[in-house]
């Protein structure tokens, strides 16, 4: 288990037990990334991931109650590793919770230099602001790349890319806000 200084937040690898949170966390953003909660095949990402232990959960402090703050699945293969799920509770957002996630993903998942993408809004996309996503992720040194397929909601999305090099300690200039 790994504790945030910055943000009071737990990351631990996810377990079965979890997966109630992770539909908690996916209800709160199904206007912007389309049905996931009743999705079965939802459901099997995110227990693929629990059994690849490549899935985190981000518990706050005991005030936060039982509910995750955030959750993240991750695909460790490099050397293009990828973002396929972020998601930080509407409790959470401002509090370091997504920044302690990503940290701990490069912790524990990257191990040799490539790039970190993730797809996230396109600008035109009404969730690109609203969500701040496109922001978060530039704080964190990701760059737009090129466009990605459409949304399930039809919106447009966009690939953000950042190069990682393995003899960086990239989670801890992230940790504490800086992009190397």
Request: charged share 25%.
């Amino acid at each position: 288990m790994s504790a945030d200084e910055t943000s009071g937040v737990d990351v631990r690898p996810a377990g079965e037990e979890d997966l109630a949170g992770f539909l908690t966390l996916a209800g709160q953003v199904e206007h912007w990334f389309g049905p996931m909660v009743d999705e079965p095949g939802f459901h099997e990402a995110v227990r693929a991931h629990i059994r690849r232990s490549t899935a985190l959960v981000a518990h706050g402090r005991p005030a936060d109650g039982r509910q995750p703050l955030g959750g993240l699945l991750f695909d460790a293969g490099p050397p293009t590793y990828h973002v396929d799920w972020l998601v930080v509770a509407e409790t959470g957002r401002g509090r370091g919770v997504g920044r302690a996630l990503l940290g701990e993903a490069v912790r524990r998942f990257v191990r040799q230099p490539g790039s970190i993408e993730v797809v996230t809004f396109g600008a035109d996309h009404p969730g690109a602001v609203a969500s701040g996503a496109r922001r978060f992720y530039e704080r964190l040194g990701f760059a737009p790349a090129e466009p990605a397929a459409p949304g399930p909601e039809g919106g447009s999305r966009q690939v953000y890319r950042r190069a990682v090099d393995a003899a960086v300690p990239v989670s801890e200039a992230w940790r504490y806000g800086r992009a190397p």
